[in-house]
């Protein structure tokens, strides 16, 4: 059974008895508002969504997790930052309260003032009540319908463990941590801004459940975890929350944003990682 709420997120229920999996990816949104403007290219706005990763993990239900999907693209407001990691000469001062500008000092924070590749993107500052209304119509719901779906599980399963899918370039862009590097097949974290945000046990778990289908899987680097990761995941009281990359060039290609050969290959390795951790999670309860 899926739930709309329309722009904003689908809600995939679990089609089988329910184990404490859950499943979010916020980046995949591709229905832009007709307020965003920009400077640039559609293809450099688009080249930062999550193409597909929705579909990738589209068989959590499948298993009796559930799927949360964005529809909005991030690069109109980020699910996955602070709202107040904006970088303040993208906005017009002074703000009611203190900014904290951390992944925003990249360009790459709750509102993008650079793509991927170091283009600026917005076209002019944003007010206070512009930047509110976009947390209010999308950040904020996309936030309370998470929390709510892993609050649920923790209360029926006493643990909850939570994937946060995305996808990342091949090599490190300018913007990223690692420029100019090539990157693995996958990578996995819980490093998100100094917080660890699961178990090494169940990271690791998860890392080698890629290797033994004969991907490459990184920890923690280029990627440890973000602002969703931080926000949930508290191992010590029962959330384990990861985040997971998928390398694009494995399933898509990044010129013209359409599938490639490999794409099957790759939700095939997302769909046996969901049925082994739902066959253990079964196995627990």
Not at 37 to 48: E, G, K, L, Q, Y
């Amino acid at each position: 059974m899926m739930f709309a709420e329309p722009g904003i997120f689908y809600r995939y229920e679990p089609e089988v008895p329910p184990v404490p999996l859950v499943v979010d990816v916020s980046r995949s949104g591709r229905e832009y508002p007709t307020d965003m403007r920009t400077n640039v290219s559609f293809n450099a706005i688009h080249d930062n969504a999550s193409m597909y990763v929705d579909e990738i993990w589209a068989d959590a239900p499948r298993y009796g997790g559930t799927l949360l999907y964005a529809l909005f693209p991030h690069m109109y407001i980020d699910a996955n930052r602070h709202e107040l990691d904006i970088d303040p000469e993208l906005v017009e001062l002074p703000w009611p309260v203190p900014l904290d500008p951390f992944v925003s000092k990249r360009g790459l924070g709750l509102i993008k003032s650079k793509s991927r590749y170091g283009e600026p993107v917005q076209e002019r500052k944003l007010t206070y009540e512009e930047v509110e209304d976009r947390l209010n119509r999308y950040h904020r719901p996309y936030h309370r319908e998470l929390k709510a779906i892993i609050d649920r599980n923790k209360s029926a399963f006493s643990k909850v463990y939570h994937l946060s899918c995305h996808c990342m370039s091949a090599v490190g862009a300018p913007t990223h941590p690692d420029p100019g590097q090539e990157r693995p097949d996958f990578c996995v974290g819980n490093d998100a801004r100094g917080n660890r945000t699961s178990s090494p046990d169940f990271l690791e778990h998860v890392a080698q459940l890629f290797r033994d289908q004969g991907f490459s899987c990184t920890v923690n680097f280029p990627y440890g975890g973000g602002e969703i990761n931080r926000r949930y995941g508290d191992p010590e009281n029962g959330v384990e929350s990861i985040l997971v990359e998928i390398n694009k060039k494995r399933f898509m290609d990044v010129k013209t944003f359409r599938k490639n050969e490999g794409f099957g290959e790759i939700k095939d390795a997302a769909s046996r990682v969901l049925a082994t951790l739902s066959s253990e999670l079964r196995a627990k309860a």
